[in-house]
């Protein structure tokens, strides 16, 4: 599942109200932008183990699962790619359609 945030919100304060919408979570994968203490203790709560690095401004170190994390790598790359090719295509064909040089 994909869910669009605005881009003017930070990570964090809509990550409990996107997590709400899916089920069956286990672990969630995040970046950086999804590290706040609230946030975790609610993955917590839900019983969801939260796979995100703390910043770098952390006064503790966060432990998270590594391997894991790898994964988001893989996820985000194949989602950048799919991103890449549609906006790439929706204009060519449009160009196509509309016969525009």
């Known amino acids: 599942?994909?869910?669009?945030?605005?881009?003017?919100?930070?990570?964090?304060?809509?990550?409990?109200?996107?997590?709400?919408?899916?089920?069956?979570?286990?672990?969630?994968?995040?970046?950086?932008?999804?590290?706040?203490?609230?946030?975790?203790?609610?993955?917590?709560?839900?019983?969801?183990?939260?796979v995100i690095p703390g910043r770098s401004n952390r006064k503790k170190r966060i432990r998270y699962d590594k391997k894991a994390y790898k994964g988001r790598n893989v996820i985000s790359t194949r989602y950048d790619k799919l991103a890449r090719d549609f906006f790439r295509r929706v204009p060519d064909r449009c160009r196509s359609l509309l016969d525009i040089s």
């Open 1 to 50: 599942m994909i869910i669009l945030t605005p881009g003017n919100v930070a990570d964090c304060t809509v990550g409990p109200e996107c997590v709400s919408l899916m089920a069956g979570i286990k672990k969630l994968l995040g970046d950086k932008a999804y590290d706040s203490d609230s946030f975790r203790k609610s993955l917590r709560q839900d019983g969801i183990t939260p």
